[in-house]
Each structure stands twice: as structure tokens, then as C-alpha cells.
T-cell receptor, first 114, second 110 residues
Framework: SAVISQKPSRDICQRGTSLTIQCQVDSQVTMMFWYRQQPGQSLTLIATANQGSEATYESGFVIDKFPISRPNLTFSTLTVSNMSPEDSSIYLC???????????FGQGTRLTVV | GQNIDQPTEMTATEGAIVQINCTYQTSGFNGLFWYQQHAGEAPTFLSYNVLDGLEEKGRFSSFLSRSKGYSYLLLKELQMKDSASYLCAVTRDSNYQLIWGAGTKLIIKP
């Protein structure tokens, strides 16, 4: 199993500013995933973060808007840049210990942009 | 391509049984997960099916038919705390990434 500490748990931000979300895992993992979940919706994958290489972004998400760092095998950050109210959502980090192993999630960050 | 379908919302009565269906179309299918998500919280793991058949775990059971691209989650003796969204997700061969369904919001009434 993996325990993930994600922070902040929530924040209210002004439009045009940026917020960095951190996830710390209690064990080394190959891949970390960043998701967005808008109210009443399912999980949408933003990007896959690999240690030592650039993150892989899904269609509709770009590095300039959601820069990701993965400095080592236990830590990653996601930045939501130049925020607008449309970015208000829950952001979740996740790790999967291996193929066909359950995904573990951080507690989530509830972001409100005003 | 890949596609996962689940009902958007279901309602059931406390103490009853409810079945939440999930159908999928995906290349290289390997296994299917069910997760529970309470409002404002992260998803939590419920079950994982790789082989055809029923996996029972207390009040919750999950079924998979690989040939039909079909799974269901069966919840027995429903309790008010079971009110949540239930997400199915599939994995593909040689791929760490989960493909998520939209989730089924389950409402339990007294």
C-alpha cells in the first residue's frame, strides 16, 4: 500500500494567481498521476509525472497551464497557473504501485478561484 | 478507442440490495476496479476483478464478464453511509494508467 500526503487540502485564490499543490508518498513509486474532478463529474487525468523526465499531458492540458515537477520517486507538485474561475475544482494526486495494483489517492485539494 | 458506461444516478432503500452496472469497450483489457467516493473525499478502493466471476467481500460483491465487457457491483443490506458515488475503472495490459467511468451516484433513502 501507499500513503499519500497532499496539501493544501483547500484554498481560495484570486484569478490570475498560481497555486502549487504538493504530494508526498511514503514509498518510492514509478509513476504519479494528477487528476482534476469537477463537481459531480468523474476523474479527468491531467498528466502522468515520471521521475527524471517531463510529464506526459493528456489532451486539453498543457505544461504552461499545469507545470509539474517530479524531483524524486516520492514527491511531485502540480501548479495551476494564471487561474480563472473555470479552474475551480478538486485536484487529486494518485499513485499505482504497479500494473493491476489499486490506485492510491491523496486527500485532494479543493480549489476555488474568485 | 475506449469507453466506459455507468448509470448516472440510482436510488435505493436502506436495508435493500442494489446492483450498479458498468460496461466497457477497451483494447487490451486487463482488469476492472470499483471505487467508492463520498462527496468531497478521495476515491477509496472496493474491489478488483481480473477473471470472470463473482468476488465477494462482506456486503459488497463485484462481478466480471470479460466476453461481454460487463461488470457489476452488488451492495447488500444497504446503509445510509453507502450513499456515495461508485466509479468503475479499467486497466490495460502493460499500462499503469486507469481509465475511469463517469461514476454512479447512489442515493439511499430510509
Amino acid at each position: 500500500s501507499a500513503v499519500i500526503s497532499q496539501k493544501p487540502s483547500r484554498d481560495i485564490c484570486q484569478r490570475g494567481t498560481s497555486l502549487t499543490i504538493q504530494c508526498q508518498v511514503d514509498s518510492q513509486v514509478t509513476m504519479m498521476f494528477w487528476y482534476r474532478q469537477q463537481p459531480g463529474q468523474s476523474l479527468t487525468l491531467i498528466a502522468t509525472a515520471n521521475q527524471g523526465s517531463e510529464a506526459t499531458y493528456e489532451s486539453g492540458f498543457v505544461i504552461d497551464k499545469f507545470p509539474i515537477s517530479r524531483p524524486n520517486l516520492t514527491f511531485s507538485t502540480l501548479t495551476v497557473s494564471n487561474m480563472s474561475p473555470e479552474d475551480s475544482s478538486i485536484y487529486l494526486c494518485s499513485v499505482e504501485a504497479g500494473v493491476n495494483t489499486e490506485a492510491f489517492f491523496g486527500q485532494g485539494t479543493r480549489l476555488t478561484v474568485v | 478507442g475506449q469507453n466506459i458506461d455507468q448509470p448516472t444516478e440510482m436510488t435505493a432503500t436502506e436495508g435493500a440490495i442494489v446492483q450498479i452496472n458498468c460496461t466497457y469497450q477497451t483494447s487490451g483489457f486487463n482488469g476492472l476496479f470499483w471505487y467508492q467516493q463520498h462527496a468531497g473525499e478521495a476515491p477509496t478502493f472496493l474491489s478488483y476483478n481480473v477473471l470472470d466471476g463473482l468476488e465477494e467481500k462482506g456486503r459488497f460483491s463485484s462481478f466480471l464478464s470479460r466476453s461481454k465487457g460487463y461488470s457489476y457491483l452488488l451492495l447488500k443490506e444497504l446503509q445510509m453511509k453507502d450513499s456515495a458515488s461508485y466509479l468503475c475503472a479499467v486497466t490495460r495490459d502493460s499500462n499503469y494508467q486507469l481509465i475511469w467511468g463517469a461514476g454512479t451516484k447512489l442515493i439511499i433513502k430510509p
